[in-house]
């Protein structure tokens, strides 16, 4: 999945937003069943059911009349989940200390694929610390990110 163009991302937002919800992203690509447009919210209480079927119905008709999407392809709309997507330099900002899987648009050091710890976050660029030295990248190089869970088991 590769992140939604601004123009579906801007779309979108304000109608997340104005639902009560906070817009976290999308992607848009390739799945099992065709082509997919996947996106997240979230709510401070949490995230139902009932709560991605309101925010389907409201963001599918506003797509229906825009037309942004050429052809067919199947929305769906979830909560950010345990391995949170990342899209924003806030959202990468708010996830310092934490480790976490990108893949780039380009190579950078001979590869596209990083997972490390978050080190830095500014307004265009996260630093990860991996394999003993620390990466700089840019979030506009940035594909896809996602949070990797940290499961602890407590003795």
Request: charged content about 25%; overall charge negative.
């Amino acid at each position: 999945m590769q992140r939604a163009s601004e123009k579906v991302t801007g779309l979108l937002e304000p109608t997340v937003s104005s639902l009560g919800y906070q817009f976290i992203g999308a992607e848009f690509g390739q799945a099992e069943n065709g082509q997919t447009l996947r996106v997240y919210i979230d709510h401070s209480d949490g995230i139902t059911v009932d709560d991605c079927g309101l925010v389907s119905r409201q963001v599918s008709s506003l797509l229906d009349v825009e037309d942004v999407i050429p052809g067919a392809y199947l929305l769906e709309v979830s909560s950010p989940g345990v391995d949170r997507p990342l899209f924003t330099a806030s959202q990468f900002a708010e996830q310092i200390g934490a480790m976490i899987k990108i893949r780039l648009s380009r190579m950078v050091a001979g590869q596209r694929r990083f997972t490390g710890l978050l080190t830095q976050a500014t307004d265009d660029k996260i630093t990860l610390e991996f394999d003993g030295q620390e990466t700089t990248l840019f979030i506009n190089d940035v594909e896809s990110a996602h949070v990797v869970p940290n499961f602890r088991i407590r003795k």
